[in-house]
């Protein structure tokens, strides 16, 4: 079944949402959001409305507000049973009231219910929340306005009380009754390079000619066809940073707000440093439900997410190291794996993998994700080959907090890597599996490239570990630190580290210094970053810092509303209501006591349509657990009907199935398969050990002749596959430069292929190549 999502009453009929309006604050690498939803009752009868909307799953909340005809109502943060009770009984009482809560299996969908809105009544619901934002790649930072609430599939277990239970009417973009506009302030001491979106934007207004602060906003007529991404250069975002923030201590003496707070943000300098022996077991769990078939995202020539997930996957496959253990399995209504049992990684595997790639369809139905998981868990572990599981999928499913509990209750035994796909992937599900197991997430939407964002993740993975990570205050006598974000087990290369605590005891003189320190060990050497910072808390109205490091402390401890131990239970109400930030066990309620009367007369639903972002033909049944229609499967080769078991239900179904392909790779199934993309077919003919053949795949892609390439061997009796190899990389360095990040890897395993089998020869062979092909490379490249 799938769940979708949008502005609902509770008889689930529409209500007219007339704008939404953001504004959106970033300091450095925190974003301040304000969000405010009008919308109005043009009827004659009074109304209960039910807005169901999407949250960034690291969105710390801490205020909710009403403003009805004029008139202001602050809702209060209340243990969640308590704020459902007090809102059934000013509806039954015709009271008017409001309730904001985070739905009970996922943290990044909220729900509100706006009950006994009078006739001719205009409210303004406004959100407040804080967040951190994450360093991209390339140094932006990135910040992202949930736009899209994609139907989420709900699996076979009980979703009592979900706010995604209700389902609402589906319009074009174009018939979307209400708008959307957005205004961002960003502000840096370092100065600010540029800001980028994939929406349309104003041009830039900087507030000063030292270029510190600057001005955007979203142009007019936006739809909610894609999240709203804001991608912002600083001239410098690496210098490592504290700041401290005053507390609360008169109005709060025993609770979270009362000290101080630090949040230290670490850019940690790690060396690069080659394992000495490569191992590993590689799981690749990729999603083929039914929703795998549209577009990443609605921009013009977006990749099918399938055809990217198969790509990523050959990229992945080909930069595998020899000797490691790899499998591949997909998921859907039901699962499939490529080897019953993770296997070496050897040139016969490497190529029955391949095979099945090229033939993988979005035909698997649902996304249920958790029964393949628990599959791959209890599979033995391999001695001397650490788990390293990489998660690919769009997303959409209902049961999160589950999902992220399987992965952590495994967390000891591998670290997790998550990918979301396409427009509207549930943040809670990518961010949290990754988090809870030591690894990292990426997002991949509009002109993102699926094949970079894993090949990144690939390198992490195969980096040394770094052990003994420990982080250590030097403060002033009478100050101490009581840290409040979890501890750090796993750093990576070019990764920031932020950390929160509270500083308790006597605050010294407004010029006494602290020290923080992070210390590391890689291959046994140690490593130590330190920060000295000014221990004069500044006031903040908001309290940022607190409720970050808030926010902080939820994520490691909020499993959600159902699944929370009692233990934990007890401190997420605690901080949750201390510091005024909601979580899964608590909700904002606020009741309207300004008005004289009752609401008179019965209450009447209304929904307000949600837009889809694909065709109606991409949102099949198909979606909801059926295969695709064979006019909608993108295979280019023919099919035969077949019957294919669950492993897990014990059910059969009939669907479509490619027919295998030829066991060798052939020219003309390359061609089918990849069309014009001539570098996902060189690589698709590499070795396992790196190497290629010299034959006429290679010559095609290389625009040449067998025979010319044969004529022009330099060195005679030479072996073929080295002049292969070293063409190979040639081209790759010639053609794909802009895409090195994703076949950098393989080609790091055909150099130390050629160092190891025609290391007498290489200078030959590379001056020759680069001469053949008419290249401008460095030769010098083709070093270790």
């Not at 690291?58 to 007090?86: C, M, N, P, R, W």
């Not at 076979?156 to 979900?162: N, T």
């Amino acid at each position: 079944m799938v769940l979708p999502g949008g502005l609902l009453t509770r008889k689930e009929e529409p209500v007219p949402l007339k704008s939404i309006g953001v504004t959106l604050s970033i300091r450095e690498f925190v974003a301040g959001v304000s969000a405010t939803l009008n919308y109005e009752n043009e009827e004659e009868v009074p109304l209960e409305t039910f807005f169901v909307f999407p949250m960034d799953d690291d969105s710390a909340v801490y205020s909710f507000e009403a403003v009805v005809d004029g008139k202001k109502i602050k809702a209060e943060l209340q243990e969640k049973k308590k704020a459902h009770s007090i809102y059934e009984s000013a509806i039954s009482n015709r009271r008017q009231a409001f309730l904001l809560e985070e739905d009970k299996y996922s943290r990044d969908v909220f729900c509100c219910n706006v009950g006994n809105l009078n006739p001719g009544s205009k409210v303004a619901l406004t959100l407040k929340y804080v967040q951190e934002l994450p360093l991209e790649a390339d140094g932006a930072l990135r910040y992202v306005l949930p736009a899209v609430l994609n139907p989420r599939y709900r699996g076979s277990g009980s979703f009592e009380d979900s706010c995604l239970d209700m389902k609402t009417p589906i319009v074009p973009l174009e018939d979307l009754p209400y708008t959307f506009s957005m205004v961002a302030t960003i502000s840096s001491q370092h100065g600010i390079e540029r800001i980028q979106s994939n929406c349309p934007f104003s041009p830039i207004e900087y507030l000063g000619e030292d270029k510190t602060s600057a001005q955007v906003s979203l142009a007019e007529g936006h739809k909610f066809d894609r999240d709203v991404e804001l991608l912002i250069y600083y001239s410098e975002v690496h210098t490592p940073t504290v700041a401290v923030e005053m507390g609360q201590p008169k109005d709060n003496r025993d609770g979270f707000m009362k000290d101080p707070s630090a949040m230290v943000c670490f850019y940690p300098n790690i060396p690069e440093a080659p394992s000495p022996v490569i191992c590993g077991e590689f799981v690749f769990l990729m999603d083929r439900s039914g929703s795998m078939q549209c577009p990443i995202s609605k921009q013009d020539q977006s990749q099918l997410r399938i055809e990217a997930a198969k790509e990523t996957l050959i990229l992945l496959l080909k930069s595998l190291p020899l000797g490691c253990y790899f499998n591949v399995y997909g998921f859907g209504s039901s699962y499939e794996a490529f080897f019953p049992n993770s296997v070496k990684y050897s040139q016969q595997t490497m190529e029955e993998a391949l095979k099945r790639v090229k033939l993988m369809q979005a035909d698997l139905g649902g996304t249920e994700i958790l029964t393949p998981l628990q599959i791959i868990y209890r599979e033995p572990s391999i001695e001397g080959h650490p788990l390293q599981l990489f998660v690919f999928t769009d997303g959409e499913v209902t049961d999160t907090f589950n999902v992220i509990n399987e992965v952590k209750r495994n967390r000891l035994r591998h670290r997790c890597f998550s990918f979301g796909i396409g427009e509207g992937a549930s943040t809670s599900l990518i961010k949290g599996i990754a988090r809870v197991a030591g690894g990292t997430s990426e997002f991949i939407t509009g002109k993102d490239r699926m094949q970079f964002k894993a090949l990144r993740a690939l390198k992490r993975a195969l980096q040394p570990a770094v052990d003994d990570v420990s982080v250590s205050w030097n403060l002033p006598h009478g100050l101490s630190a009581k840290m409040l974000s979890p501890e750090q087990t796993v750093l990576y290369k070019g990764q920031r580290l932020i950390v929160y605590a509270l500083l308790s005891g006597t605050m010294p003189p407004a010029e006494a210094t602290g020290e923080v320190d992070l210390k590391y060990t890689l291959q046994g050497k140690s490593f130590e970053n330190k920060v000295t910072f000014a221990l004069q808390p500044k006031p903040d109205d908001n309290f940022t810092i607190h409720r970050l490091a808030a926010k902080s402390f939820l994520q490691t401890k909020d499993m959600g509303f159902r699944d929370t131990s009692a233990k934990d239970k007890k401190d997420v109400l605690k901080i949750s209501i201390d510091c005024g930030v909601i979580s899964s066990q608590t909700a904002f309620i606020a009741v309207n006591k300004n008005l004289n009367k009752p609401v008179q007369g019965p209450l009447t639903r209304r929904d307000v349509p949600r837009p889809t972002l694909f065709s109606a033909a991409l949102m099949m049944p198909q979606y909801e657990g059926c295969a695709l229609p064979k006019a909608m499967s993108s295979c280019p080769l023919p099919t035969t009907q077949s019957t294919r078991t669950s492993r897990y239900k014990g059910t059969s179904y009939q669907q479509d199935v490619c027919r295998p392909c030829r066991p060798m790779v052939s020219k003309d199934l390359c061609a089918l398969v990849f069309g014009d993309n001539h570098l996902v077919q060189l690589i698709s003919l590499q070795n396992a050990d790196g190497s290629w053949y010299l034959d006429e795949n290679l010559a095609v892609i290389l625009g040449k002749s067998l025979e010319d390439l044969l004529a022009a061997v330099p060195v005679k009796d030479a072996d073929s596959s080295s002049w292969a190899t070293v063409l190979a990389v040639v081209w790759l360095h010639s053609n794909a430069k802009q895409m090195k990040g994703e076949w950098e890897l393989l080609e790091k395993k055909a150099r130390t292929w050629i160092h190891i089998h025609a290391a007498s020869i290489m200078q030959e062979l590379v001056k020759a190549a680069i001469a053949f092909t008419k290249s401008s490379m460095d030769p010098s490249i083709f070093a270790l």
